[in-house]
Structure formats: structure tokens, C-alpha cells
């Protein structure tokens, strides 16, 4: 079975650009996680949706991100201006029920200079 | 205080060696608890989930203690292969997956 799937790998831009990472989940999964991590400050929760409806995003840290899901099977997470402070992996993850483990895509490695 | 500590590490402990790591939570209405490996550079994988009873996966055990509001994953025999950052997630019900900072092992010759 295919796993989550996120894109590109890797990002490397200029600071002011417009970044969008993409995800798609397992099928059948019901949540969506946006993680970030860097070694400063570990894994992040950015946003999660269940059933495609974002319920917190008390981790987005600004105005410049932004997260859609306009459904079951695909995401983005669009960071516009960046930053170079924006550089980290970014993690995508899914999961079926609320106490069921998530299941993390390979991430995208974004580095801004 | 974070929603969910852990050991900070890090470890470092010869082939064969027990090991135990530490984690605890702050919300009581936690639900589902894991422990996942990550490896250098990679994605976070699930090495199991923690179970109120205790449970067990070969070299691996997860306990769960509700009452103190915290879970422990013990490695036995460790391996080379061991070598990776242990995180605790905690669920609360249908809700976010909160992830431990993390605790590093390095198995060694």
C-alpha cells in the first residue's frame, strides 16, 4: 500500500518567494497533520484537518502560512513571503481514528536563503 | 511546562545493555499513547503503541502509568541498530498528536 506522499523532497528558494508544499494521505485515513522540524525546536504541530476541515492551527506560526485540504486525498501548505527562519523539514502525516498512530510521509526539506 | 517531557538524553550505552526511557504527559485526558524511532534524517516511524496493561514487542516494552501520567519504553539486548531518537506521542481523543522532544541512543561496540 502506498504510504503518505509529499512533495517535492527538497525546496531550495530565495527568501521572499512562495513555497507550497503538497501531501497526500493514506486512503481511508480521516486526519491530516502538518508537522515542522528543526534541531532548535523538535516536531512542531503547524495544522491538522479531520475530514478535511482544519480544527487547530494554533501552531501556524504566522500570517505567512497557510494550509488548505480540499479533500480526502490532498493538502498543501503554502508559506508566502519566506523566510530563511522558514528552513526545516516539513512533515506530513495521517492517521483513521483519533486514537489510532499517525503515519508521516518522508518530508520536504525547505531551505530558504 | 511542555505538554509532553521527556528524557532528554543522550544515551549512550554498550551492545547489550538495557535501556529506559521516560515520558510524561500533562493533559488527563490523554487517550492513546506511542512510541516512534527516528532515524538520522529520515521520518518518524511507529514502534509501538503503549497499552494500559503493558506490552511487549520482542526487545521492547511499553508500560503505561495513567495515575502518574507517564510511559516508559525499556529496550533489552540493545543492538547497534537501536541507535536512533525515541519519541513519545500522546493523543488526546480525536484530537492532536503531541510529540516529545525526543531521546537520542547511541548503541555502541
Known amino acids: 500500500d502506498a504510504g503518505v506522499i509529499q512533495s517535492p523532497r527538497h525546496e531550495v528558494t530565495e527568501m521572499g518567494q512562495e513555497v507550497t508544499l503538497r501531501c497526500k494521505p493514506i486512503?481511508?485515513?480521516?486526519?491530516l497533520f502538518w508537522y515542522r522540524q528543526t534541531m532548535m525546536r523538535g516536531l512542531e504541530l503547524l495544522i491538522y484537518f479531520n475530514n478535511n476541515v482544519p480544527i487547530d492551527d494554533s501552531g501556524m506560526p504566522e500570517d505567512r502560512f497557510s494550509a488548505k485540504m480540499p479533500n480526502a486525498s490532498f493538502s498543501t501548505l503554502k508559506i508566502q513571503p519566506s523566510e530563511p527562519r522558514d528552513s526545516a523539514v516539513y512533515f506530513c502525516?495521517?492517521?483513521?481514528?483519533?486514537?489510532?498512530?499517525?503515519?508521516f510521509g518522508n518530508g520536504t526539506r525547505l531551505t530558504v536563503t | 511546562r511542555k505538554e509532553v517531557e521527556q528524557d532528554p538524553g543522550p544515551f549512550n550505552v554498550p551492545e547489550g545493555a538495557t535501556v529506559a526511557f521516560n515520558c510524561t504527559y500533562s493533559?488527563?485526558?490523554?487517550?492513546?499513547f506511542f512510541w516512534y524511532r527516528q532515524d538520522c534524517r529520515k521520518e518518524p516511524k511507529l514502534l509501538m503503541s503503549v497499552y494500559s496493561s503493558g506490552n511487549e514487542d520482542g526487545r521492547f516494552t511499553a508500560q503505561l502509568n495513567r495515575a502518574s501520567q507517564y510511559i516508559s519504553l525499556l529496550i533489552r539486548d540493545s543492538k547497534l541498530s537501536d541507535s536512533a531518537t525515541y519519541l513519545c506521542v500522546v493523543n488526546v481523543n480525536a484530537g492532536k498528536s503531541t510529540f516529545g522532544d525526543g531521546t537520542t541512543l547511541t548503541v555502541k561496540p
Open positions: 502525516a495521517s492517521r483513521t481514528g483519533g486514537n489510532s498512530p499517525l503515519h
Open positions: 493533559n488527563s485526558a490523554s487517550q492513546s
Open positions: 486512503s481511508g485515513h480521516n486526519s
